[in-house]
């Protein structure tokens, strides 16, 4: 079954506790990329990938490391998590996304708390 | 920069009857793509329907069709004979050709009343 998968899917933690969040797909897919969703302000980009070991920044990446070392695996780093990463964080992909309309394939979303 | 509004945080609409979410955006790109996205309760995003900006002609997808208008940078979606199901935070997506940078809306809350 095509899908992306990410683990853990919920997650409390303290505060400075270096954690990293997988995403994996299945599809051959080149690009990925990662968003968090906050209530009010929709989902935001916070890196994005066109292929194996290129990453770029998306709106939000302060806080955040990605590496892309095979082409189905991007994980998301949180060296220092503090409170405001509090967050439902979505990881996804596509076949492209230079040009047309590929559809993103998303993950089910993990759940990050910080306290 | 590039924005995505969605400026109805909540809607209603009774089963069986015809809504329409808006999405206005802002950019001065004359070549992107638009998506309106759908995530249920299970928090599950899933793709209802596409548009390139360079087609003239409004995507359809089944009950989900959008109006287009380039001009005045709107592309809203209208969802015909509401289903249960359709109760979703609906959000509306940009992405320039080109470029890998997706912008998203707030959402809409869409309540389906039976």
């Known amino acids: 079954e095509a899908q992306v998968t990410q683990n853990p899917r919920y997650l409390i933690t303290v505060t400075g506790k270096k954690l990293t969040v997988t995403c994996s797909q299945n599809m051959n897919h080149e690009y990925m990329s990662w968003y968090r969703q906050d209530p009010g302000l929709g989902l935001r980009q916070i890196y994005y990938?066109?292929?194996?070991?290129?990453?770029d920044k998306g709106d939000v990446p302060e806080g955040y490391k990605v590496s892309r070392k095979e082409k189905r695996n991007f994980p998301l780093i949180l060296e220092s998590p503090s409170p405001n990463q509090t967050s439902l964080y979505f990881c996804?992909?596509?076949?492209?996304?230079?040009?047309?309309?590929?559809?993103?394939?998303f993950g089910p979303g993990t759940r990050l708390t910080v306290t | 920069a590039q924005t995505v509004t969605q400026s109805q945080p909540e809607m209603s609409v009774q089963e069986a009857e015809t809504v329409t979410l808006s999405c206005t955006y802002d950019t001065s790109e004359s070549d992107y793509y638009l998506f309106w996205y759908k995530q249920p309760p299970s928090r599950q995003m899933i793709l209802v329907i596409r548009?390139?900006?360079?087609?003239?002609q409004n995507a359809t997808e089944n009950r989900f069709s959008v109006n287009f208008q380039k001009a005045a940078k709107s592309f809203s979606l209208k969802i015909s004979d509401s289903q249960l199901g359709d109760a979703a935070m609906y959000f509306c997506?940009?992405?320039?050709?080109?470029?890998?940078?997706?912008?998203f809306g707030t959402g809409t809350r869409l309540k389906v009343l039976a």
């Open positions: 997506a940009y992405r320039t050709s080109g470029t890998y940078k997706y912008i």
């Open positions: 548009q390139e900006a360079y087609k003239q």
């Open positions: 996804a992909s596509s076949l492209s996304a230079g040009e047309g309309t590929y559809e993103q394939y």
């Open positions: 990938s066109m292929n194996v070991e290129v990453t």
